[in-house]
Nanobody
């Protein structure tokens, strides 16, 4: 059974940094697309960044230059390094995975973590 467990969320002031982690178990995740999504209260879930098995990435414009996705195959862990955080980055952040290429929408991801809260104060 595939399991994704996120950690690393917290409360920071604007301009600060956080690193989220997502430990994956239950499959050889390097053959999967991995992604980070976020959802703020009252808003739709938003794709933040995805990474294909070949390492190619796709970021939403609002985080380009501030967030970096990476993965450690030996540790089966996906990371999201977030810097220069802004209050509008406040959301629940979710790790997601899917077999093959990264789907265009969140609805097509079959594997999700429970989420980790990120709160950025001004």
């Amino acid at each position: 059974q595939v399991q994704l467990v996120e950690s690393g969320g917290g409360s920071v002031q604007a301009g600060g940094s956080l690193r989220l982690s997502c430990v994956v178990s239950g499959y050889t995740y390097i053959n999967y697309c991995m992604a980070w999504f976020r959802q703020a209260p009252g808003k739709e879930r938003e794709g933040v960044v995805s990474i294909e098995s070949d390492g190619s990435t796709s970021y939403v414009d609002s985080v380009k230059g501030r967030f970096t996705i990476s993965k450690d195959n030996a540790k089966n862990t996906l990371y999201l390094q977030m810097s220069s955080l802004k209050p509008e980055d406040t959301a629940m952040y979710y790790c997601a995975a899917e077999v093959g290429y990264c789907p265009p929408t969140s609805y097509e991801y079959n594997y999700w973590g429970q989420g980790t809260q990120v709160t950025v104060s001004s």
